[in-house]
């Protein structure tokens, strides 16, 4: 009866689709209507893309030159399966597609900005309900192969390789699942002397190939909940479990664990990939979503250096990195840091290493909008801006966006050589835009903190503040005032110290509802805001002392998303 009231109501919204197109709609078993895509595409359908369109191009909190995943992907949104090859970089991304399940979107471009969407390359079937977390590896004659976390229950690790020149055809491989879990998300095997050896089966890492054999990792999160829950703050243990293991301590913390294979479809355990250290990570943060790639050592790409990077999100705090040395199949960390500390707001990174041997990531960022707002304009899930990694020359971590976002400036604005006193702030008059790249160079002197107001509303109710703060020694960003309506008030920000006498660079990004800072190559925060007042102003200011402006460049940035 309700299928036949669903074809009804249709019928008198769409009149054409009760005479010669009844064949191309169907109703599915909880009402709603389908449109049956082997058969002619009905007017109303087209029509209704054109307007649905049309209403994400007026979605004033939809960003324009980050990318935004299309047609109400949502959540999760992680960024997955990166790869680079023949000038093209690819790239997908984790949504539950609408009747289907959790599936891999896919985009490709050449200059980062402008993306290309192939049909999605995994979804449900196969062996598998689904298709969680993972990463890619791309071989010299264009061979790559996709590596996935097989939902639900006890499945494990899939791999599914590329048919065609173009990657639009992808084929699960016929082993799946190459690593089989126990239970979800982990694997209890025996050792050669019949013990039992527990480790994670999930979220697998991008492959690897190294003398002769491929690599990959996965991740701890469910081993962390089962075995290693024992303690204020640490996920709940399992009720349906054995209970906890005599040395669950051990289990705690972030962990990954290491297989290799000769042909790609026998995969052995070999241990732990590296030693988690109290000393930089809780015992309740886990390990997922890993990317283990080489380190630059510069900006542009060129020779190697000889450390590695490992990207990495825990779920309750967000995404983070190791540093360190590779060798005889272990990780040795050399330090760790973060990319959002008071919440997970920036998280589930995806790395790639392109022709120019430039190392890239993508980040998801938390749509924190209300649901009513996301089911209106049809759309979730958008990622940071793509960032260049490389090693500096102190061991440590530097970032900046890509160079090819300079293709978007346009409209020009510099002022140079003037003072901001301190405990003022000085307006910089049409020096702002909804979409806007600024570049400021400033001698913070004796202030305590100096730095930007960006998305000022006319009458001061609404900012959002980007600083450095010399107390704190911290480069944050303020987000209590960014908004009159929703959002994540907080005060968010990273360690970072100016050296004696260095200028303070901040380049800042506004695209709507997502504001990025990066200082001077060593540290970056990336928050969604979303200012209702819509204000445009650009404001300087200091606390504490003068700071000496030296530049300030401005540019309107060219929108880069189809809609």
């Not at 002619?40 to 909190?61: A, C, N």
């Not at 980050?66 to 790869?83: I, L, T, V, Y």
């Not at 075995?227 to 962990?255: C, E, K, R, W």
């Not at 958008?382 to 293709?407: A, H, I, Q, Y």
Request: some cysteine; hydrophobic content about 35%; proline content about 6%.
């Amino acid at each position: 009866m309700n299928k036949i009231i669903s074809l009804l109501m249709l019928i008198m919204l769409f009149p054409q689709v009760g005479n010669t197109q009844t064949d191309t709609i169907k109703a599915s078993a909880d009402s709603r209507i389908l449109w049956v895509t082997d058969k002619p595409v009905p007017k109303f359908i087209i029509q209704s893309t054109r307007d649905f369109r049309e209403r994400l191009l007026g979605d004033h909190y939809r960003p324009a030159f980050h990318f935004c995943e299309p047609e109400g992907a949502g959540s999760p949104g992680d960024p997955n399966g990166a790869f680079y090859y023949n000038g093209q970089y690819h790239l997908m991304y984790l949504y539950n597609r609408e009747g289907r399940g959790f599936s891999w979107g896919h985009i490709s471009s050449s200059d980062l900005l402008h993306w290309r969407h192939h049909p999605d390359a995994i979804g449900p079937g196969n062996g598998d309900e689904g298709c969680f977390s993972g990463g890619a590896f791309v071989d010299k004659n264009g061979k790559a192969v996709l590596s996935y976390w097989q939902l639900w229950g006890a499945r494990g690790i899939g791999l599914a390789e590329n048919n065609d020149k173009s990657f639009d055809k992808w084929t699960k491989s016929s082993s799946n699942p190459v690593i089989k879990s126990t239970d979800w998300g982990i694997t209890v095997a025996k050792d050669k002397n019949n013990r039992d050896v527990i480790y994670g089966s999930a979220d697998p890492s991008n492959i690897w190939f190294k003398d002769g054999q491929y690599y990959m990792l996965t991740g701890n999160l469910l081993v962390l909940r089962k075995y290693g829950s024992h303690g204020t703050g640490l996920p709940a243990n399992d009720p349906h479990g054995p209970g906890l293991p005599a040395d669950s301590v051990s289990f705690q913390g972030d962990h990954l664990y290491l297989f290799a294979s000769k042909d790609l479809k026998q995969w052995e355990y070999l241990h732990e990939f590296y030693k988690s250290d109290r000393r930089w990570t809780d015992k309740t943060e886990d390990n997922m979503c890993p990317s283990f790639l080489p380190l630059p050592s510069g900006p542009d790409g060129g020779t190697m250096s000889d450390k590695y990077l490992l990207l990495f999100i825990s779920h309750n705090k967000g995404c983070q990195y190791y540093i360190g040395s590779y060798r005889n199949d272990m990780f040795y960390p050399d330090n760790h840091g973060r990319m959002t500390w008071n919440d997970n707001a920036y998280f589930a990174p995806e790395a790639l290493v392109d022709g120019k041997g430039r190392q890239i990531m993508w980040s998801w960022v938390f749509d924190d909008r209300p649901d009513s707002i996301k089911n209106y304009y049809g759309w979730t899930g958008s990622f940071g801006l793509p960032r260049s990694l490389w090693l500096g020359e102190d061991g440590t971590l530097r970032m900046r966006p890509v160079k090819e976002l300079e293709n978007l400036r346009q409209n020009e604005k510099v002022k140079r050589n003037f003072t901001v006193k301190a405990g003022s702030d000085s307006g910089l008059d049409d020096f702002g835009s909804e979409l806007l790249e600024l570049e400021i160079t400033m001698l913070p002197g004796n202030s305590k903190k100096c730095g930007v107001m960006v998305c000022c509303s006319k009458d001061g109710r609404e900012k959002t503040i980007l600083y450095y703060d010399a107390l704190k020694k911290k480069l944050m960003c303020d987000a209590t005032g960014s908004s009159i309506g929703f959002g994540r008030k907080i005060v968010e920000g990273g360690p970072f110290e100016l050296k004696p006498d260095e200028p303070l660079v901040l380049h800042v990004f506004v695209d709507r509802s997502i504001v990025e800072v990066f200082a001077n190559d060593r540290q970056a925060v990336t928050r969604n805001i979303y200012p209702e007042l819509r204000g445009t102003g650009v404001k300087l200011f200091s606390e504490g002392g003068d700071v000496k402006v030296l530049s300030v460049k401005a540019w309107e940035m060219t929108p880069a998303n189809p809609y």
